[in-house]
């Protein structure tokens, strides 16, 4: 079945040690997406690349930067983790900006000790 | 992006219709109404979304009013696999999800 996978699932790493989350689709999106949802809170935006084009949000830290080497996969990476980042880290997939049926993976819970 | 108003929980009976209303007053002429749920530590899942007219898929029916400004989610028969959050999200198809705090739907035996 075309999916969106993210690895690891689980993810624990040291305050300020540089991390990078993974995710993968094989349905052939256009446009990739990054989500934090952190605990008892929705999911919020961080960016998203629509083919190579990269597109912050406006509040998302410095700290948070994305590669997207190919159409298939995507990079989540956390320069100086704090504390206040632990969350989930949600990725999804749509065809195009004008489809919103977004396709998400099952994330990663990142741990900051 | 238009603001929604959603119950923060709802409890259901399984076998029975769960209806979850979502009031989004402020709503454009060209906003499309999105829902999606999550089950508990799983990404969001789209469920379904429409603009005026009434929509019905394998997983729900969306209700839209006529004057647009609130909708109902029904899932038919709801089973215990149904609990999770809803979100019930407007915007116009630009491709941002803006995601409230939802519903949280607990279906009970």
């Known amino acids: 079945d075309a999916m969106v996978i993210q690895n690891p699932r689980y993810q624990v790493t040291q305050f300020g040690k540089p991390v990078t989350l993974s995710c993968s689709q094989t349905l052939n999106h256009n446009v990739m997406y990054w989500y934090q949802q952190k605990s008892s809170q929705a999911p919020k935006l961080l960016f998203h690349y629509y083919d190579k084009d990269f597109n912050n949000e406006a509040d998302t830290p410095d700290n948070f930067q994305s590669r997207r080497p190919n159409t298939s996969f995507c990079f989540l990476d956390i320069r100086s983790p704090g504390l206040g980042d632990a969350a989930m880290y949600l990725c999804?997939?749509?065809?195009?900006?004008?489809?919103?049926?977004?396709?998400f993976g099952p994330g990663t819970r990142l741990t900051v000790l | 992006d238009a603001k929604t108003t959603q119950p923060t929980s709802m409890d259901c009976a399984e076998g029975r219709a769960a209806n979850l209303p979502c009031n989004h007053s402020?709503?454009?002429?060209?906003?499309?109404v999105y829902w999606y749920r999550q089950i508990h530590s799983q990404g969001p899942q789209y469920i379904i979304h429409g603009l005026k007219n009434n929509e019905t898929n394998e997983m729900a029916s969306l209700i839209i009013t006529e004057d647009r400004k609130s909708s109902t989610l029904i899932l038919p028969h709801a089973t215990l696999r149904d609990t999770a959050v809803y979100y019930c999200i407007v915007n116009n198809q630009g491709g941002k999800l803006i995601f409230g705090q939802g519903t949280e739907l607990s279906v009970k035996p």
């Open positions: 999804a997939t749509s065809r195009g900006t004008g489809y919103n049926e977004q396709f």
């Open positions: 402020t709503i454009s002429g060209n906003e499309y």
